[in-house]
């Protein structure tokens, strides 16, 4: 087993992973932007090294900064956790030059699965189902409208490096497809460098089902059944659980063997996702995603098994050490992401300095997050703040259970998808498993919340305004800069947004915020 | 004291009254047992109503106010009564007037129109990128753009203003 490893990655996955390699007395090395030198993670890991800079190109997006950083700091492996370089082959392959162990799978697997277009012809030829449209990605409008023709509307248009619902644009008819394809591509490479996109059938009545994988470097591979990510909105999953209640013993069994038969076909090593789209009894493959998935805890939580630990032995050259007979499921686990952003206003991201946090606790509760009070949430990094996680020994007691910690969650200081994540768990339809992808569509998120509470809202609020009118008013009378339209307001907010003294020793990094 | 009070939406009318430095709360004419404890600076509150037990987190400034009460977030205008009469004539006196703003902080990616520009209402005029997504943001009315205040790469707040639309004669 490694002595040493290094995180090639910021917020919960990051710490995540320190936690399970704190448990192996595996020595952590935690890297860390500008931004993020007071981050959790920073803190958490045995060690820590800068990667200066504040965006992530700068930082965790540098292949050479982070492989210098584990070589400097004696690492034998590097864990890329998910999203940044975690799905890029060329810096697997990098690592492995330079003398290290990549935590993931080979850079040849990645590359077969990695890009769209390659990965679905790789599929029809394993023999594995795929979701009917093109083939080869179009680079322009005409082209896109010539061929949708052939697939006929609705279509998806997806970015062809892509992934996590960005550069995706779901399109109705021709009409729509000029201003659709533009921002897609223009998404696509903002966010991965390459435009081109490819057109597909869009399935009605959609489930996102997903077959969680790990395979070691002896050819033994199996598979932990499904997850379901249905409760989406703008494909960014928000609701996941596992199992999935459309999903029936037999079928686990068929979808999870062509999982595995899909992972077996591009030579797969360590832990994978391959996601299906199930409509009206079939399923169709529709990407893979090679590295540890955001909703890997709800497996773990039904299946008792630490998917970081079993990354890191299979990493380490060890066998699995089980066969796909002894993976049994046990109840019932739901995750829901806590993000920065506004259910009752489109889901716009919202931003601000985290100042009220109580994290709810009790039986079968998890939270996975690296929040801590004074985190600034801005917009150069992913809008999750935390991944709250529930287990029950069945999905009613679930979603009882969670509800129970969402009313114990509050998140303050920026607003967050939590209410609406109450609003679906409450919903007849989500109770009785009898949803698809457009569920979230369907929710009335008009934010109508009346009754008592809105009563107990609107007077502890007055409270708080006659409190404030009074500190703000007893201030100004002392001291007539007070009087600036700036201050008075600053005054006036609460939780009081008092400038605390900011100390630090040597020259401030290059880009720090103050 | 007498305050207006938008909750999700909905209006109460709310009665204060200071005696002896004790509030007496009525909620649309019904009075209302109340007890307030503020827990820390950071807007935790421990309330009482009843016999009920509300954990309470407030923020917000003076006229607006989020509070979570068991998970739920319930958004609060508070106005009282010389607020109400000053923002009912705000609002009169500047009917029609085609402002579009930031529904969120990000970049301007790209202008798609310029100023002296007829437009038709929902026509795209620039798009602005937040966390990697884009997002076209559209015309709110139909019009001619007066002014745009933004420039190509320009990084805005949310509600920042954005381009000015005013009607063509």
């Known amino acids: 087993m490694f002595q040493r490893i290094l995180i090639a990655n910021r917020g919960e996955i990051a710490l995540r992973v320190i936690r399970t390699a704190r448990e192996m007395g595996i020595d952590t090395v935690a890297v860390y932007s500008d931004f993020d030198r007071r981050a959790l993670h920073t803190r958490m890991a045995h060690r ?20 210098r950083a584990a070589k400097e700091s004696g690492a034998e492996a590097i864990h890329p956790g998910y999203g940044f370089l975690s799905e890029n082959a060329d810096f697997a392959q990098k690592v492995t030059e330079a003398g290290l162990v990549w935590i993931g799978p080979p850079p040849s697997a990645i590359r077969a699965m990695g890009d769209k277009i390659t990965s679905r012809r790789n599929m029809k030829k394993a023999g594995v189902p795929v979701v009917p449209g093109l083939v080869d990605p179009v680079d322009d409008v005409a082209a896109a409208i010539a061929e949708a023709k052939h697939i006929g509307y609705p279509i998806a248009i997806k970015a062809a490096a ?13 009409k729509e497809m000029p201003g659709a394809f533009r921002t897609a591509s223009g998404e696509a490479l903002a966010s991965f460098g390459d435009g081109r996109l490819y057109l597909e059938r869009y399935l009605e009545e959609p489930r996102h089902i997903e077959v969680q994988l790990m395979f070691d470097k002896h050819g033994n591979g199996v598979h932990f059944g499904e997850r379901e990510c249905s409760i989406q909105r703008r494909h960014q999953k928000l609701i996941e659980e596992s199992p999935s209640v459309i999903v029936t ?6 979808m999870g063997a062509i999982a595995v038969q899909a992972g077996r ?35 773990e939580m039904v299946y008792g098994v630490d998917l970081v630990r079993e990354q890191l032995r299979v990493a380490a050259g060890e066998p699995l050490g089980f066969e796909q007979k002894d993976i049994v499921p046990k109840g019932w686990a739901i995750e829901v992401r806590i993000n920065a952003e506004d259910p009752f206003n489109n889901f716009v991201p919202s931003t601000g300095t985290i100042r009220n946090l109580r994290a709810p ?11 801590y009070r004074g985190m600034e ?3 150069n990094y992913d809008p999750m703040l935390a991944k709250l996680i529930v287990w029950g020994s069945d999905r009613e007691i679930a979603i009882a259970r969670m509800i129970r910690a969402l009313q114990e969650l509050n998140v303050g200081g920026v607003r967050t998808g939590a209410p609406a994540a109450l609003l679906v768990l409450e919903d007849e339809r989500f109770r009785k498993g009898d949803f698809d992808t457009h569920f979230l569509t369907t929710l009335d998120l008009s934010n109508p919340r009346g009754g008592e509470d809105a009563l107990v809202a609107a007077v502890a609020a007055i409270h708080r305004h006659l409190l404030s009118k009074r500190r703000a008013l007893a201030t100004t009378a002392s001291s007539r800069t007070n009087w600036l339209e700036r201050n008075r307001s600053r005054l006036s907010s609460y939780p009081a947004h008092q400038a605390e003294p900011h100390i630090q020793t040597g020259p401030a990094p290059k880009g720090a915020r103050p | 004291m007498k305050y207006f009070i938008q909750v999700n939406g909905r209006q109460h009318e709310v009665d204060v009254m200071e005696r002896l430095g004790e509030l007496k709360v009525a909620v649309d004419g ?3 047992d109340l007890s307030y404890e503020e827990v820390d600076t950071l807007g935790q509150v421990a309330l009482l109503s009843d016999g009920k037990s509300y954990g309470v987190s407030i923020e917000g400034d003076m006229s607006k106010a989020s509070v979570v009460i068991a998970g739920h977030l319930y958004a609060v205008e508070i106005e009282d009564e010389r607020e109400r009469a000053a923002h009912a004539a705000e609002r009169a006196a500047s009917k029609g007037g085609g402002l579009v703003k930031a529904i969120m902080p990000g970049i301007v990616v790209k202008l798609m129109v310029a100023e002296g520009e007829i437009v038709e209402a929902g026509q795209s005029l620039l798009i602005l990128e937040a966390m990697k997504m884009q997002n076209e943001i559209s015309a709110t009315a139909a019009g001619k753009i007066k002014t745009i205040h933004v420039r190509e790469r320009e990084a805005v707040a949310g509600g920042a203003r954005l381009v000015t639309i005013v009607p063509v004669e």
């Open chain 1, 48 to 67: 820590a090294m800068p990667l200066g800079g504040s965006l992530p190109r700068e930082s965790y997006l540098d292949m050479a900064k982070v492989i």
């Open chain 1, 162 to 174: 892509g992934g996590g619902g960005k550069g995706i644009r779901i399109v109705r008819n021709e």
């Open chain 1, 249 to 254: 013993p037999e079928l686990r069994a068929k």
């Open chain 1, 265 to 299: 076909a591009v030579g797969y090593e360590n832990a994978g996702t391959v996601e299906f789209l199930y409509s009206k009894g079939e399923f169709f493959f529709l990407e893979m995603n090679t590295r540890l998935q955001v909703e890997h805890p709800v497996t």
């Open chain 1, 361 to 371: 606790g009790g039986p079968g509760v998890r939270m996975d997050s690296a929040l």
């Open chain 1, 377 to 379: 949430v801005g917009l």
């Open chain 2, 30 to 32: 019904k009075p209302l």
